[in-house]
């Protein structure tokens, strides 16, 4: 994601819709795993800082889908697209920050190594199959 954000910037002025396109993605499919298997798992087996901080997380999620819901009726060229893309970056790189150093140190606190590896790999594979899935979906277009 970070290489995606890193060609935004350095384009800043330009149209990143194709760009963009990626980011969607790669968002929809992280927001769709965390909400599905992770999320869900640390709400049911988590400490109450855990559950505090993943329904944070949940909310910003909900903001990020509505942010891109807005930009996909928006061309690339349009300044409010371009403000957004901005906005959009620093909100998931903000939320990348609050998982990266909050979030995962609780979690490999609170559950094993088997457990851990086991999300791991279902969230792998929920990944590989949701993007398939809207592979297909593009292509049916």
């Known amino acids: 994601m970070d290489g995606l ?3 935004v910037k350095a384009n800043e002025d330009g149209n990143n819709e194709n760009v963009y396109r990626k980011i969607k993605q790669e968002l929809d499919a992280h927001a769709h795993i965390e909400e ?7 709400l049911k087996n988590g400490d109450k800082e855990l559950q ?16 891109l819901a807005e ?3 928006e061309s690339g060229k349009q300044p409010e697209f371009k403000a ?3 906005v959009l970056i620093e909100d998931v790189e903000h939320h990348v920050q609050e998982e990266e150093g909050e979030m995962f140190g609780m979690v490999e606190d609170q ?3 088997e457990t851990l590896s086991r999300l791991g790999a279902q969230m792998q594979a929920e990944k590989e199959r949701f993007l398939s899935q809207l ?3 593009a292509t049916a277009q």
Not at 36 to 42: E, K, R
Not at 52 to 64: D, P, T, Y
């Open 5 to 7: 954000f890193q060609k």
């Open 36 to 42: 599905s298997i992770f999320y869900p798992y640390c």
């Open 52 to 67: 505090k901080i993943v329904l944070e997380g949940i909310e910003e999620h909900k903001q990020v889908k509505l942010f």
């Open 71 to 73: 930009m996909n009726d």
């Open 84 to 86: 957004k893309m901005m």
């Open 111 to 113: 559950f094993d190594e």
């Open 135 to 137: 592979s297909r979906a």
